[in-house]
């Protein structure tokens, strides 16, 4: 099947630690992007890739980092930096790079502080 | 600053009954695209419709267009409770595109 899948569901942060969540995709897509959601709120943009090895901050980058070593993988890291992490982190990925077609989204990973 | 912004923020409407919400946008566009989101899922494409067309039909969906006031509109006809979500404009991916989000209640 193919598709975008995170990891956890679920995660848990205990003060000044750095957590990393997993984004894969095997849609074969070359763009990857990492979006944090509120309560009731909508989307906010935190980083996207448009190719391997190349990534540019989005809206709210502080406190977060990424890599993209890999085509089919996107990981975010929260760092200690980011004082409020608590929210639903969704990842995505389309076919083509900054361009206004179809993103499709993986099922979230919700992240909680201890 | 987002470009999507969905309006009205929350509807409630009973089972059988059309629900439509609207979209407005600041600067041209390629197309737009409607997504659905239930809750605590990720955001599931709805449809897309480009800068050159008006209307556009796919099953109980229906989405209109109008660059001149840089809006859209979503119906959704005979609802159902499954309808019940939060529904998203979006016209670019890679940016801040997302707004609020409309919250779609469906009562049976």
């Known amino acids: 099947d193919g598709g975008i899948t995170q990891s956890p569901k679920y995660l848990f942060r205990k003060e000044g630690q750095n957590v990393t969540l997993s984004c894969e995709q095997n849609?074969?897509?070359?763009?990857m992007y990492w979006y944090r959601q509120d309560p009731g709120q909508g989307l906010r943009l935190i980083y996207y890739?448009?190719?391997?090895?190349?990534?540019q901050k989005g809206d709210i980058a502080e406190g977060y980092s990424v890599s993209r070593e890999k085509k089919e993988s996107f990981p975010l890291t929260v760092t200690s930096a980011q004082k409020n992490p608590t929210a639903f982190y969704l990842c995505?990925?389309?076919?083509?790079?900054?361009?206004?077609?179809?993103?499709?989204f993986g099922p979230g990973t919700r992240l909680l502080v201890l | 600053s987002q470009q999507g912004e969905e309006d009205p923020q929350a509807l409630s409407i009973q089972e059988g009954e059309n629900a439509t919400m609207n979209c407005s946008y600041k600067?041209?566009?390629?197309?737009l695209q409607w997504y659905r989101q239930n809750s605590g899922r990720g955001l599931v494409h709805l449809i897309l419709?480009?800068?050159?067309?008006r209307e556009k039909h796919s099953g109980r969906l229906r989405v209109t267009l109008d660059t001149s006031k840089k809006s859209s509109s979503l119906l959704i006809t005979a609802s159902r409770a499954a309808d019940t979500a939060s529904y998203f404009c979006?016209?670019?991916?890679?940016?801040?595109?997302f707004g609020d989000g409309t919250t779609l209640t469906v009562k049976p």
């Open positions: 995505a990925s389309s076919i083509v790079p900054g361009g206004a077609e179809t993103q499709y």
């Open positions: 890739s448009q190719i391997v090895n190349d990534f």
């Open positions: 419709i480009r800068s050159n067309e």
């Open positions: 979006a016209t670019k991916a890679g940016k801040s595109t």
């Open positions: 600067t041209s566009i390629n197309n």
């Open positions: 849609l074969n897509h070359d763009a």
